[in-house]
T-cell receptor
């Protein structure tokens, strides 16, 4: 089992819809979880971090964490064409306080 | 500069040649990471530097890869005797807290 898994997509949603991106991880002791957005040909940028079970909201973005199920998700409300990008889930595996392990990413396309 | 600077942005080399990739982190960031991103793959951790501590080299794929960080600032990733499987985008990131990584624009390495 890979340490951080994501559906590769592509995930296609219409403009204004909610996009739901999912990620599972294998290490039960992981405590820190991140979502990075990567536009085509560009470098990743951090959009959300979450450390506790439950939801964390920031504007149109909501990160959800369920440590019991080893599952983290990202919801994008009112999706815009500018949200079209690859979304990378990243986890600090093995109790590391610095080493991020990334999933392969989910390609999201928001159609006008 | 305001962000992480990497050079060159593109490097084409012949199999068997050595290459050097450079990273200039954000001023004041003590943590510096190198990741590799191959086509369709997630980011693969290579090496981590933190201040004057010994680097975490656990992600370097072979002894052909080495990296150094001089004066706690600029870092150089060296790949000796390049192979075609080394072709990838090499991303450098720096951080102040290890909670938010700031990535450079990467070096696209092509080994012919």
């Amino acid at each position: 089992q890979k340490e951080v898994e994501q559906n590769s997509g592509p995930l296609s949603v219409p403009e204004g819809a909610i996009a739901s991106l999912n990620c599972t991880y294998s290490d039960r002791v992981s405590q820190s979880f991140f979502w990075y957005r990567q536009y085509s040909g560009k470098s990743p940028e951090l959009i959300m971090s979450i450390y506790s079970n439950g939801d964390k909201e920031d504007g149109r973005f909501t990160a959800q964490l369920n440590k019991a199920s080893q599952y983290v998700s990202l919801l994008i409300r009112d999706s815009q064409p500018s949200d079209s990008a690859t979304y990378l889930c990243a986890v600090k595996i093995g109790g590391s306080n610095y080493k991020l392990t990334f999933g392969k990413g989910t390609l999201l396309t928001v159609n006008p | 500069g305001a962000g992480v600077s990497q050079s060159p942005s593109n490097k084409v080399t012949e199999k068997g040649k050595d290459v050097e990739l450079r990273c200039d982190p954000i001023s004041g960031h003590t943590a510096l990471y190198w990741y590799r991103q191959s086509l369709g793959q997630g980011l693969e951790f290579l090496i981590y530097f933190q201040g004057n501590s010994a680097p975490d080299k656990s992600g370097l794929p072979s002894d052909r890869f080495s990296a150094e960080r001089t004066g706690g600032s600029v870092s150089t990733l060296t790949i000796q005797r390049t192979q075609q499987e080394d072709s990838a985008v090499y991303l450098c990131a720096s951080s102040l807290t290890n909670e938010k990584l700031f990535f450079g624009s990467g070096t696209q390495l092509s080994v012919l």
